[in-house]
C-alpha cells in the first residue's frame, strides 16, 4: 500500500476508536443515575471485614457481586477460600472470593482487575454527617463508607465491560475480575486461592489492573508503588480482672501504664523510628526519585487545609511526599481493654491489647520487621521489671509493591488519561497498602498497574468517606478508554 494509502488506513482507525469512545462515553453519561443507584445497593450492606458479627453481611455482599456479573453473562465462580483463625482460636468462613470471565478470545490480552467490596467499621457516632450505610449525595459528592474504598472503583469496571456490551461492541480485551472480602484485614485466604489457581484461572491473564487507591491531587494518576503493612497486637496482662483505681491504685504495677511505657519507645515525637534496624533496611531515596517528587504539583498548605492541622511533619514537599509514600512508619490504632466511653469509669484494666503498625518500603521485609518489633518490646518491657506478662503478635505482614513505570502498562494509562481528561497524569506512589499486589506479582509473575480514580479528598477509613459523581462517572470512561489502549500493547510484553 502506499503512503497516502496508509494514512487513511490509520485515520479510519483512529477515527474507529474516536467514534466508539465518544458512544460509550455518552452511553456512561446517560447511565449515570442508574450507577449511582447501584452503588447505593452495595454501600448499604454493611460489609465490614474486621468485625466477626458482620461476617453474614460480607457473604451477602459477596453473593451480590457474583449475581450482577451473572447477569451480565459472565462466567462467574464464588470460590470457598477456607476459614479464618481468630486470635481466641475460634474459626469462621472466610467471604468467598468472586472470580468471573468475559471473552476467550486468544488473540486478545486479557486482564484481571482485581478489587474489594469489604470496608473498614463506621458508626454514625464516629462523626458522620450522615449515615454511614446510606449513600448520601450532597453537592456531587456521594457519601458512604465503602463509597471510594472500594465499591465504586469495582463497580466503575464492571459498568465498563457493561457498556461495550450494552452497545454490542466487542470488548477490546477478554476481561478478568477478582472480587475479594478480606482487603482491609491483610486479604486473608486470598495468597492461597492464587497459588492454587496459578495454572487455571491465571493461567490466560497478562495483566493486573488495580483500582483501590486515589489521586494525590486533582489531577488524574497512575500509581506505581504501595507501602506495605505490619500490623502488631502487644498485650499486658497482669491482676485475673478489673481493679478499683481508688482501692488497688498505688499497690499494683498498671498493665496499662506498662503497655503505655512500651509504646512511647516505638517512634520519637519528630517521626524517627525507634525500632533497631528497621530505617537502615530502607533503600535510599535516589536522585531521580528525588526530581520525580520536585516536579509533582502538590501544595503543602492545601494539603494542611484538607486534614485541619497547621503543622506537618515536614516542611518541603520532597520530604513530606517521601515520607508518605517511601519510609516507612509506625502508627498507633488504639488499646483494646481501655475504657474508652463517655463517662468517668474508675478502673485498673486488667488487660489492655494496644494495636498498632509499621507500614513498609523497600527493602524491608515482613519476617524480619516481626523480630525486630518483637525483641525491641520484650526487651524494652525487661528493663521495666514489670510482673506483668507481654505477648507481641503480628497479625498482618503485607510487603510493599513498586512496578517499573517504564512497562506499555503505564504508557497505556498515560493515554487513556490523556483522552479523557485532556491532560498528563501524574506518576505518584501511594502510602497504603494493598496487601494482595505482591502476590500477584510473586506468584504470577504478572505486570500490574495500579489505576485509581478515587479523589484525593475521599476520606478513606475515615469520617464522610465519599467518591464525587464526577470520579465514579469519569473514572468509568477512564476504564472503557483503558481497555482500548491496553489492546494496543503488542503481544510480548509482560
Ligand atoms: C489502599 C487501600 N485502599 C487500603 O486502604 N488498604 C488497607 C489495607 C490494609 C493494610 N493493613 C491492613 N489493611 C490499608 O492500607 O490500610
Redesign the pocket.
Known sequence: MNLPGVLSLLLVISTAHAFQYTELAQFIDSHQEEYVEILRDWVAIESDSSNVMKRTDLHRMMEMVAQKLRLMGGTVELVDIGEQVLPDGQTLPLPKVVTAQFGTDLTKHTVCVYGHVDVQPAKLEDGWATDPYNLTDIDGNLYGRGAS??KAPVLAWIHAVGAYQALNMELPVNVKFVIEGM????SNGLDAMILAQRDTFFSDVDYIIIS??GWLSRRPALTYG?RG?C?FFAEVEGPKQDLHSGVYGGTVIEPMTDLIGILDTLISPSGKILIPGIREAVAPLSDEEWKMYQDIEFDLEDYKNKIGINQLMYSNKVDLLAHRWRYPTVTIHGIEGAFSDPGTKTVIPAKVTAKF?IRQVPDMDPAMVKKQVTDYLHSVFAKRKSPNRLKVTMV?G?KPWLADTQHPLYEAGKAAVKRVFDMDADLIR?G????IARTFEDVLGKSIIMLPIGGFDDG??SQNEKMSRYNYIEGTKLFISYLNEVSQIKKTSV
Open positions: 474504598d472500594n482487603e482491609e484485614t491483610g483501590d487507591c504501595t503493612n500490623y503498625s498482618i503485607a501511594e497504603g497498602t494493598i496487601p478513606l477509613h
